[in-house]
């Protein structure tokens, strides 16, 4: 039985919390979160519910004070992305695996200081990407892995919202707290884009501003070489009637597949358009899945590892200069 604590209960401390919660070999024993009114459930994506059960689950104020009262096996740090690098490294250091919300970190620096410390510690870090779990990004991977429909051609990858407004004392519209757009929204796609053809030898983005003078939208080309076209968009300046879509449009040689508010279809080059088999369930039941799977014994295939999520953070400042 893993013994879980979660650090950070807005919007996606409420979401780890249900779904570790719907494990049979996972136990949250602890939450934290400085705010005692906390239980934030707005956000982009339906998650299953809204209501947080802590029937049994002691509650703190602080990571440390939850720390030094429990024994846990693992943790989530769900906090503002400002505090990744430290509760991680705390954690770490308290001999715990770790599941950190995306983004890794706000510097490539900071990334290096996590790696290092889950090395030092000799524990599990994991980034929560969730996109690479999501079932119909894992069929996509899955398509351009095994070259079902010829080898891709040009791909367009899209994430686009308002800004998000539900985040206790707006860190969101912080950049030194979130990042902004790009390392909330845009790293969704840009490391999808990494996982399914690796790093691009350059990119490209065009911007335009938010009212505070920070990127709200952005458009990204990346460079993977003659023959084959990939970009992806992000946007938190849609107006809020227009709600949360992420989608993609990718040409194989032989078939087109397209996720949109359609769901996902596959255009082939005969015949009627098609939905094709795929997982159930979300990325995040899935992501915890796998997590608690290599915290439980050892590591299978790696779908998601310290240094990729490293790289995304990377690539995605790039797109910020």
Known sequence: MIRVGIMGMGYMGGVHLRNWQAREDAKVVAVCDINPAFGATQGNIETGGDGLNLDG??????????????TLDAVTVALPTHLHKAATIQSLAAGLHVLCEKPMALSVQDCDEMIAAAK???KELMIAHC??????????????????????????????????AWSADSWFANPAKSGGMALDLHIHDLDFIQYLFGAPAAIESEHAALANG????????????????????????????????????????????VLD????????PEGDAYAPERHVGNGYQREIEYFAARVAGPAGKDVITPEQARESVRLTLETMK
Do not use: C
């Open 120 to 122: 030092t510690a000799g």
């Open 57 to 70: 689950v002691a509650v703190y104020r602080s990571a440390a004070e939850m720390l030094a009262a429990e």
């Open 261 to 268: 508010g359609d769901g996902l279809m596959v255009y082939p």
């Open 131 to 164: 996109i690479r779990f999501w079932p119909e990004y894992a069929w996509l991977k899955s398509a351009v892995e095994s070259e079902a429909f010829g080898a891709v051609k040009a791909a367009d990858f899209s994430r686009l919202a308002s800004a998000p």
């Open 214 to 257: 920070q990127p709200g939208h952005v458009v990204s080309r990346m460079d993977y070489g003659a023959g084959k076209v990939v970009t992806a968009t992000a946007s938190w300046m849609m107006p809020p009637s227009f709600g949360f879509r992420m989608g993609f449009r990718v040409v194989f040689e032989n078939a087109a597949a």
